[in-house]
T-cell receptor
């Protein structure tokens, strides 16, 4: 069965500095990997996903994530943090190809706090 | 394009009372998901529909929870009777064609349920 871990409950970064939110995963086959962001009192919003191809995936709002198969990681990154990036970030994984019974598993979330 | 619509946004009930949540997915999206999100946790799948068929309800507490998706569009999730531990945010999401790999999920704002 697949699993995903976000080892940090909270990450604090000064505005303008680069940020990294960590995610590691476990699947028996090849993974689909996702990042979602959740702002207060709102549903999750899709940021980016990795299916295949280039290990560096670019997404919304200037975010990118790097797929590292040997380390089973999919860390979310941004070169220069904005205060408006403060939110709850979720990593998610599922196996490919999609089957009838598999599902996306979400991590517990990492709260990103950008300090002005 | 309209997003996923959920109602109500907030619901407060006393334990043992029934409650229902409604979801209208994005037009044309075949796959619909109901998730439970506890405070400080990631979403956990309750049930997934492919059109009108419930294809994954393994995590749905069937003694008190029920769901339906008539005509493969709108969906309703019901709890009867509600318990204190049901207090959480109930998220609905939809995706275009999951089994074709087009399974980026689009989330509604959620319904925050408080059981007193």
């Amino acid at each position: 069965a697949q699993s995903v871990a976000q080892p940090e409950d909270q990450v604090n970064v000064a505005e303008g500095n680069p940020l990294t939110v960590k995610c590691t995963y476990s699947v028996s086959g090849n993974p689909y990997l996702f990042w979602y962001v959740q702002y207060p009192n709102r549903g999750l919003q899709f940021l980016l996903k990795y299916i295949t191809g280039d290990n560096l995936v670019k997404g919304s709002y200037g975010f990118e994530a790097e797929f590292n198969k040997s380390q089973t990681s999919f860390h979310l990154k941004k070169p220069s943090a904005l205060v408006s990036d403060s939110a709850l970030y979720f990593c998610a994984v599922r196996e490919i190809p999609p089957g009838r019974d598999d599902k996306i598993i979400f991590g517990k979330g990492t709260r990103l706090h950008i300090l002005p | 394009e309209a997003g996923v619509v959920q109602s109500p946004r907030y619901k407060i009930i006393e334990k043992k009372q029934p409650v229902a949540f409604w979801c209208n997915p994005i037009s044309g999206h075949n796959t619909l998901y109901w998730y439970l999100q506890n405070l400080g946790q990631g979403p956990e799948l309750l049930i997934r529909y492919e059109n009108e068929e419930a294809v994954d309800d393994s995590q749905l507490p069937k003694d008190r929870f029920s769901a339906e998706r008539l005509k493969g569009v709108d969906s309703t999730l019901k709890i009867q009777p509600a318990e204190l531990g049901d207090s959480a945010v109930y998220l609905c999401a939809s995706s275009p064609a999951r089994l074709a790999g087009l399974d980026t999920q689009y989330f509604g704002p959620g319904t925050r349920l408080t059981v007193l």
